[in-house]
T-cell receptor, first 111, second 116 residues
Framework: DAKTTQPNSMESNEEEPVHLPCNHS???????IHWYRQLPSQGPEYVIH???SNVNNRMASLAIAEDRKSSTLILHRATLRDAAVYYC????????????FGQGTTLQVKP | GAVVSQHPSRVICKSGTSVKIECRSL??????MFWYRQFPKQSLMLMAT?????????EQGVEKDKFLINHASLTLSTLTVTSAHPEDSSFYIC????????????FGQGTRLTVV
């Protein structure tokens, strides 16, 4: 499975934008880039996913590098409720579609 | 968004007994479900992939006779931890998707298992 590399932790101030980076230099042409987040004692929650083009939804934006070897999750205005572990995952392009989680980035949001 | 429900959310059992955890997709048909385990301060570890009507595929190092998975319908998968021991205490999470590989996955809220 293609691997991703993320910083262990990041801090942000409330109401400021947050850019969470992810490196995936071994990505294959058919791998989708997925982002999930997990709040304490909860199951992960879907945030966003994309293939080649940048993507926006109500939660976040995903900026994908032209060579697809890296991507950035952008939270436009961090709130305290955005404090979580954020996982960048390459979706297995085989038929199973399983998600293999790395260590993720723990985001702290300061008031 | 789609909802995946796990039951129970917390369970305490005695060492040597078996525990069943249910995972249901409430508003879509889940052809594939995944079971994960998460120890404190660690990431999720995939245990197995189950497809409706067929045997589960277990990840390397996961004992299939200890962690029994049944996916008898398109909306229900169960994980049974047999002969549980304290080291099986963990947070168990299921995930489900519909037939499309590259849509988002939906996760249950997790089951906290404590074996005493």
């Amino acid at each position: 499975d293609a691997k991703t590399t993320q910083p262990n932790s990041m801090e942000s101030n409330e109401e400021e934008p947050v850019h969470l980076p992810c490196n995936h230099s071994t990505i294959s042409g058919t791998d989708y880039i997925h982002w999930y987040r997990q709040l304490p004692s909860q199951g992960p929650e879907y945030v966003i996913h994309g293939l080649t083009s940048n993507v926006n939804n109500r939660m976040a934006s995903l900026a994908i590098a032209e060579d697809r070897k890296s991507s950035t999750l952008i939270l436009h205005r961090a709130t305290l409720r955005d404090a979580a572990v954020y996982y960048c995952i390459l979706r297995d392009s085989s038929n199973t579609g399983k998600l293999i989680f790395g260590q993720g980035t723990t985001l702290q949001v300061k008031p | 968004g789609a909802v995946v429900s796990q039951h129970p959310s917390r369970v305490i059992c005695k060492s040597g007994t078996s525990v069943k955890i249910e995972c249901r997709s409430l508003d879509f048909q889940a052809t594939t479900m995944f079971w994960y385990r998460q120890f404190p301060k660690q990431s999720l570890m995939l245990m197995a992939t189950s497809n409706e009507g067929s045997k589960a595929t277990y990840e390397q190092g996961v004992e299939k006779d200890k962690f029994l998975i049944n996916h008898a319908s398109l909306t229900l998968s169960t994980l049974t931890v047999t002969s549980a021991h304290p080291e099986d205490s963990s947070f168990y999470i299921c995930s489900a998707r519909d037939g499309t590989v590259n849509t988002e996955a939906f996760f249950g809220q997790g089951t906290r298992l404590t074996v005493v």
